[in-house]
C-alpha cells in the first residue's frame, strides 16, 4: 500500500517568513496529492491539491510543487502570519472510485509574531 | 454542497465498556464515506470506508467495527473500548463530485477511554 512521509514534524517561523513542508510517497498508482490544514480541536479542512499532470500549483500566499520522478510534493507558504499556524497534512491517493487516501503524520507550523 | 454531522461531539468511556459513534450526511446521495483516528499529536489513519449501504472495507485491524445501515449513516462501533482507542475519530465523504479523492471531514467525536 502507499506510505506517505512528512518532515519536518514541528516549524517554528517568524512573521513574514516562508515556510516549506516535505512529503513523500511511494505508489507510483498515486496522482492526487492534497493538503489540510487543521486548526487546534478543529476538523482539518483542504487549502491546496495538486495532480499528477501538473508540476507547481500556486493560491495567493500559498503553492504547492510535485516531482513525479522522486516521487515527493512540498508545501510553500510564503509571507507567513500568526494565523497561519496550525498542524497541515499532505495526502496521496490513486483516481480510484474508492477514493482512499493516506496522509502523512503532519507537521506543526508556529508563526511567531 | 454536503454537511456531516457527527455525535456525540465528546465521550468520556471506561475500559470495556461499548461504544457507537454515528455519522450522517447531507447533501450527497451514495456516497463513499470514511473512519479516521487521530491519535494525540499524530496523524490520520483511515479506519473504515464504504462505498455503499451493508459495504464495509477494514483498513487495520483492531476491535473496532463499522455499518452503514443507510445511505447516508455511517457508525462505529466497539464491544470492549481499550485504553488505545482513545482519540479524535473523524467522518468523512468526498469533497464533491468533481473532487472524488478530496476528503470532506466532519466536526469530529472526541473519545476519551479511561
Known amino acids: 500500500g502507499e506510505n506517505v512521509e512528512q518532515h519536518p514534524s514541528t516549524l517554528s517561523v517568524q512573521e513574514g517568513d516562508s515556510a516549506v513542508i516535505k512529503c513523500t510517497y511511494s505508489?507510483?498508482?498515486?496522482?492526487?496529492f492534497p493538503w489540510y490544514k487543521q486548526e487546534l480541536g478543529k476538523r482539518p479542512q483542504l487549502i491546496i491539491d495538486?495532480?499528477?499532470?501538473?508540476g507547481e500549483k500556486k493560491d495567493q500566499r500559498i503553492a504547492v510543487t510535485l516531482n513525479k520522478t522522486a516521487k515527493h510534493f512540498s508545501l510553500h507558504i510564503t509571507e507567513t502570519q500568526p494565523e497561519d499556524s496550525a498542524v497541515y497534512f499532505c495526502?496521496?491517493?490513486?483516481?480510484?472510485?474508492?477514493?482512499?487516501?493516506?496522509f502523512g503524520d503532519g507537521t506543526t507550523l508556529t508563526v511567531k509574531p | 454542497s454536503q454537511t456531516i454531522h457527527q455525535w456525540p461531539a465528546t465521550l468520556v468511556q471506561p475500559v470495556g465498556s461499548p461504544l457507537s459513534l454515528e455519522c450522517t450526511v447531507e447533501?450527497?446521495?451514495?456516497?463513499?464515506l470514511y473512519w479516521y483516528r487521530q491519535a494525540a499529536g499524530r496523524g490520520l489513519q483511515l479506519l473504515f470506508y464504504?462505498?455503499?449501504?451493508?459495504?464495509i472495507s477494514s483498513e487495520v485491524p483492531q476491535n473496532l467495527s463499522a455499518s452503514r445501515p443507510q445511505d447516508r449513516q455511517f457508525i462505529l462501533s466497539s464491544k470492549k473500548l481499550l485504553l488505545s482507542d482513545s482519540g479524535f475519530y473523524l467522518c468523512?465523504?468526498?469533497?464533491?463530485?468533481?473532487?472524488?479523492?478530496?476528503?470532506?471531514f466532519g466536526p469530529g467525536t472526541r473519545l476519551t477511554v479511561l
Open positions: 495526502a496521496a491517493s490513486p483516481n480510484t472510485n474508492a477514493g482512499k487516501s493516506t
Open positions: 505508489d507510483s498508482a498515486s496522482n492526487y
Open positions: 495538486i495532480r499528477s499532470n501538473v
Open positions: 447533501g450527497t446521495s451514495n456516497p463513499n
Open positions: 464504504s462505498v455503499g449501504i451493508g459495504q
Open positions: 468523512a465523504c468526498p469533497r464533491g463530485s468533481g473532487s472524488p479523492n478530496t476528503q470532506y
